[in-house]
Structures are given as C-alpha cells and as structure tokens.
C-alpha cells in the first residue's frame, strides 16, 4: 500500500513539475546542443556509453545540459550513482559517501559516481577532504560548474580531472526543443493543441540567452498566457512571448544587421559617445551576440583609436574577457564602458595606415634577403657564414639604441608609420627630429 501510494505521489509531481523537467532528455540521442562532445563518436558520449568515465569537471553556463549529462551517467553505468549539491553538503557529507563507496567495493566490487552540483561552491578545505577519495580512485568525480574551474577549483583536484566544456545551446538548436516541447503529447505540451507563431518562436529562442532551461520555462508561460486568452485561438503569438520574457522583440534583419554595426563603429570613430551607446543598447535589445559586439570593439580600439591611446587596446580586450567571464546581462555594462571609453579616446589610424603601407611594399617590391648582420647567430655554423657580424647590441650602448640597417636594402628608405600627433601619438623614434627617445 506504502508502495502505491508512493508511485501515485510521484506520478502527480512529474505532472505537475516545470516543462524543463518533464521534458530532461531520457538518453544522449534526445540531447539538443553540445554535439561537440554529446555527438555519435564524440569523446565525451564515448567515455559514458562504455562506463570508462573518469573523473570529470562539466563547466558551462546555466542550462547548457551539466545535470542533465549527470542524470544520463546515472543511467548508464553499472556504478552506484551518488548526487551532492555543494550548496548544502559538507565534509561529513562527502566522508559518509566515501564510507559507503568503500563498503560497496568491498562488498561486490562495484564503484561509485559522485555527482557535486555546484562544486565550485566547495572551499579549498572542502575540496582537499574530497581529493584523497578522487585520487585513490575511490570515488569517480562528475562536477558541474559555472564559474570558472580554473579560479574556483583547487590545482590538485582539477589536474586528476578531465575538463569538459559545454557551450550555450544556439538559436537553431533552441527552436528545436521548444517544437518538441510543443508537440510531445507525453511529456510537453502536444495535449492542449497549442500552435506558435514564427516571429514568437524565434522570440524565445533568441532572447534564452543560450540557457535551454530558461527558453522552456518562458515557452510554459507564454503557452498557459495563451490558453487564457478568449482571442489567441490556442496559438502562442509574439505578445505572449514577449510578457512570458518580460522583454519586448526588437529584431532587424540581416541587412540591417550590418547597417546598425557600421552605424556603430562609424559613431564611435567619429568620438559620439551617447551616439555609440544608442547603438549598443539597440544591438543588445534585438539579441546581438554580445562576443560579436566585444570583437568589433577590440578591432577598433586599434584600428581608429591606436596610438592615440594605448590603453585603449587592453581595455577593449578585458571588455571582451568580461563578456566569455561574467556573460549577459551584467556584461552589457562592460560593453558600455569600453563604448564610452573608445568614443572619448584621441583617434588616430597610423599603424593601421603603416601596416598597410608595408604590406603593399611586401606584395609589390623584391623581397630582399636579410641582412647577415640581422641572421640567426645562435647555431654551431652561424658565425663562420657571416651570420650576426656587425651586429650591435643597443642595450650595450648608453642611449639604449644604435643606429644600424634593420631591413633590406630593397625597401631600407621605406617610412611607414606617420604619427598624426594626436594623443599619445607622437614620433618617440630615436634619431629623428620629433625629439629625443621614448
């Protein structure tokens, strides 16, 4: 009776749990995205279809499929499965495993899968009283983890560990679910007859930011939105998806695409702050990749800000490292800095401008030998060619530069870069009439 009971409570749960849950893949073919590693072949579906896994370190953003890879280990190996949050286990928690892994070995040769949500959760001592178990091989680690394993993770137990990293789940792959979630009668949402606009699915899709638990969740409530409403005709429509993200659509076709980012660059090169902004807060709004955004901010703070700022280059590059660390929304805000930042600077194009002059010359003109003085000296040999003769170390001599030939004589007259004496960008070249050495 305790039995019946206990299947007809669980019965009712599954009924009533989130669409994410319901619909948790059953075997690795039913995983949408991470076919890098979930793929026929691939090494990760490898290690669990042959119950070889080692332990491992899953690392993604959240809704990538980490808990869901763990249950999916849980159902496929012949060792005991073990699950741990970090969140609320302990060191007591964690020796009470061990004992019982050491039992079970003991008892009918069989291994154990400690399964650690949120290992990075874990302290340093916490997960050194986990190391000893891992490295006698007495516990076979799955952690899953969104923050970075490489600053949250203790060396010792991420080195006896393979790193595995998921990826957010693209667009494609996102409608994909979301129509298998409306057409599964079983588990989804195939029962109430629902349809869905273009325009909305592609609204949901786009706006989970990569996160399949997040785009279903939205999915559910823009479809019990829908069953309420007297007009909507069971069909799901861009309003309902809008209100179930809180969000409103804001989309630009591939065309546009271009024009809003050349409006972008161009207002930014042209030192309009708020102009830069606008077009960074209407990329954001209409679902812009944020890394494509990051990309063309480090492109530019070379190309049209330069020598101008040299600082401006290792800013936008820590504005791009921001975006893959912290991830949307808060990274938005390292956007904007970088963006005013960029707009304020000083501009100046000459290195791009003597890049493209030397690579002209490099495509047009012979190109000469180098020169002996300037060949590799370090070989046995070397000398007795000619090799490094007449060289002059400029460390040796006390202006720190020596003037001496560093090209061929083909193009040894060439003059490159011209500093438009903006900013920082000014002539510093010893041995020129622009004044003394840097």
Do not use: C
Request: avoid cysteine; hydrophobic fraction near 40%; charged fraction near 25%.
């Amino acid at each position: 009776m305790a039995d019946l009971f206990s299947a007809a409570a669980e019965e009712r749960l599954r009924s009533r749990a989130p669409l994410a849950a319901r619909l948790r893949p059953r075997s690795l073919d039913e995983v949408v995205g991470q076919q890098e590693l979930l793929g026929p072949g691939r090494p990760l579906r490898t290690l669990i279809e042959s119950d070889r896994l080692s332990s491992v370190i899953l690392w993604g953003p959240p809704g990538t499929g980490k808990t869901t890879i763990a249950r999916l280990i849980a159902g496929a190996t012949l060792k005991a499965f073990e699950p741990l949050s970090a969140v609320t286990a302990g060191v007591k928690d964690v020796r009470e495993v061990a004992e019982r892994a050491r039992a079970r070995i003991g008892e009918r040769g069989q291994g154990t899968i400690l399964f650690l949500d949120e290992v990075h959760r874990f302290n340093r001592t916490q997960q050194d009283a986990l190391l000893p178990h891992v490295e006698e091989g007495l516990l076979v680690l799955v952690g899953a983890t969104t923050e970075n394993p490489y600053f949250s993770l203790t060396a010792p137990l991420l080195s006896r560990s393979t790193l595995f990293r998921l990826q957010p789940i693209d667009g494609a792959d996102l409608r994909t679910l979301l129509e298998r979630a409306l057409a599964d009668e079983e588990r989804g949402l195939g029962g109430d007859g629902l349809r869905v606009t273009p325009e909305a699915l592609a609204h949901l899709a786009d706006r989970a930011e990569g996160d399949a638990r997040h785009a279903l969740t939205s999915l559910d409530v823009a479809a019990a939105l829908a069953l309420e409403d007297p007009d909507a005709d069971r069909m799901i429509t861009l309003a309902h998806a809008e209100v179930a993200l809180a969000m409103r659509a804001l989309r630009y076709g591939d065309d546009e695409h271009y024009d809003v980012v050349s409006a972008f660059i161009k207002a930014i090169r042209g030192s309009d702050v708020d102009a830069g902004l606008y077009w960074l807060a209407r990329m954001l709004e209409a679902g812009e990749d944020a890394r494509f955004i990051a990309r063309r901010l480090v492109i530019l703070a070379s190309e049209d800000v330069g020598m101008a700022d040299p600082h401006a280059l290792p800013l936008a590059t820590a504005a791009a490292h921001a975006v893959e660390y912290v991830g949307l929304p808060e990274a938005q805000l390292n956007l904007a800095h970088a963006v005013v930042y960029l707009a304020a600077a000083p501009k100046s194009n000459s290195s791009t401008v003597a890049l493209g002059a030397a690579m002209a010359d490099v495509r047009e003109r012979p190109a000469g030998a180098v020169p002996p003085h300037l060949r590799d000296a370090h070989y046995a040999g070397a000398r007795s060619l000619g090799h490094g003769e007449g060289y002059v170390y400029p460390h040796d001599t006390p202006e720190g530069w020596v003037p001496q030939d560093y090209r061929p004589p083909e193009v040894a007259d060439r003059r490159y870069w011209e500093p438009t004496g903006r900013g920082a960008d000014v002539d510093g070249r010893p041995g020129r009439d622009q004044g003394d050495p840097l």
